[in-house]
Every structure is written in C-alpha cells, then in structure tokens.
T-cell receptor, first 109, second 115 residues
C-alpha cells in the first residue's frame, strides 16, 4: 500500500464550480497536513496547512482533515480559471514531507 | 529579494558535463532540501540539511553531490548524469524544530535536460 494516494485527474470543471480534491494516507505518524498549488513550470506554493481534524477555511479554500479515516480534502468554491494548476497534498513530520503525485485541475471559462 | 531563489532556471547538459545548481533562501530558515520532480511521480526527497549538517540522503546516486556552506545557500553538484536524471529539481527551506514551523517553502525549480 502506498503511503499517500492522490487521484491524478485531470479534473476539468466549469468556472464557478465547487472543486473537491482528495488524498488518503496510511501513516498514522503524520503530524500535519498541507496543500500546495503548482502552476506549470513553477515550484509548489504552500496553499494551506493544518494540524488537527476538522475544517480550516481561507477565502475560497477549505481544507478538511479526517484523521480517523486518514483522509484529507481541499475544497475550492467559485473556481476561477486562475485556479488551473496541479494541487499536491503533503503530509509532514519532523523535517520530512511526503507528497502525493498531484491532481491536475483545469477550470474552463 | 524574498523567498527561495534558484539558478539557473533551465539547464541542458551532456552526460559528461559537470554543472552546479544553486539555491538561496531569504526566509531565515535553518533547514534546506533538494527534491526531484518527474512527470507523474511524487516529489522525491533527495537531501536534507539542518543547521548546515546533512541529516538525510535518500539513497541518491553519487553523481549528485550536495553542498551547504551556510544556512542560506545550498548547491547540487552534478556530474556524469544520465538521461533519466532529466527532471525539475526543486529546492525548499523550512524552520525546523519548532511546532508549527516545519512547512516547507519551495523555489521555482531548475528544469534539467540531460542529453
């Protein structure tokens, strides 16, 4: 079993749609949970991070963590063409982060 | 200049060449990382430096040689690479050891092509 599983997509949605991106993990030792956004030919950009189960909201983005099910999600409301990118989930411990393969999202105007 | 910077942004080299990638962080962090990113694969951690000491080397071939002269600079020296080493090489930094501070910040990457 892979330590992290992420649906690779690609995912195409119309502008204004709600987007749901998901990752599952198997390592109970992970302490914190992150989402990164990576535009084409750029480095990953930290979008959100959280430590506990539940929801964390930042503008149009909501990160959800369910530690009991070992499942994290990123929701994007009112999606925009500028949200088109690859989204990476990350799971962290001391000085090490394990990443998913990324989900490529395309928001169509 | 702020954040994490990397040079060069693009590099084409032959299998017999020697080149170096440079990373500089302006965030006051004390840990730096090299990652390899290939198409359709997760980010692969190559090296971790904390307080300028190497703490992890994930079985990376010896044709990759890291150097961390101080907490703000990180190099990756390349020699006799193979075509399968073509990838995006990303540098990241973090402030390790403090709860809530281990999140990593990435540079833009160096796109490497080995011919």
């Amino acid at each position: 079993q892979k330590e992290v599983e992420q649906d690779p997509g690609p995912l195409s949605v119309p502008e204004g749609a709600i987007v749901s991106l998901n990752c599952t993990y198997s390592n109970s030792a992970f302490q914190y949970f992150m989402w990164y956004r990576q535009y084409s030919r750029k480095g990953p950009e930290l979008l959100m991070y959280t430590y506990s189960s539940g929801n964390k909201e930042d503008g149009r983005f909501t990160a959800q963590v369910d530690k009991s099910s070992k499942y994290i999600s990123l929701f994007i409301r009112d999606s925009q063409p500028s949200d088109s990118a690859t989204y990476l989930c990350g799971f962290g411990g001391y000085q090490k982060v394990t990443f998913g393969t990324g989900t490529k999202l395309q928001v169509i105007p | 200049e702020t954040g994490v910077t990397q040079t060069p942004r693009h590099l084409v080299m032959g299998m017999t060449n020697k080149k170096s990638l440079k990373c500089e962080q302006h965030l006051g962090h004390n840990a730096m990382y090299w990652y390899k990113q290939s198409a359709k694969k997760p980010l692969e951690l190559m090296f971790v430096y904390s307080l300028e000491e190497r703490v992890e080397n994930n079985s990376v071939p010896s044709r990759f040689s890291p150097e961390c002269p101080n907490s703000s600079h990180l190099f990756l020296h390349l020699h006799t690479l193979q075509p399968e080493d073509s990838a995006l090489y990303l540098c990241a930094s973090s402030q390790s050891g403090l709860a809530g501070e281990e999140t990593q910040y990435f540079g833009p990457g160096t796109r490497l092509l080995v011919l």
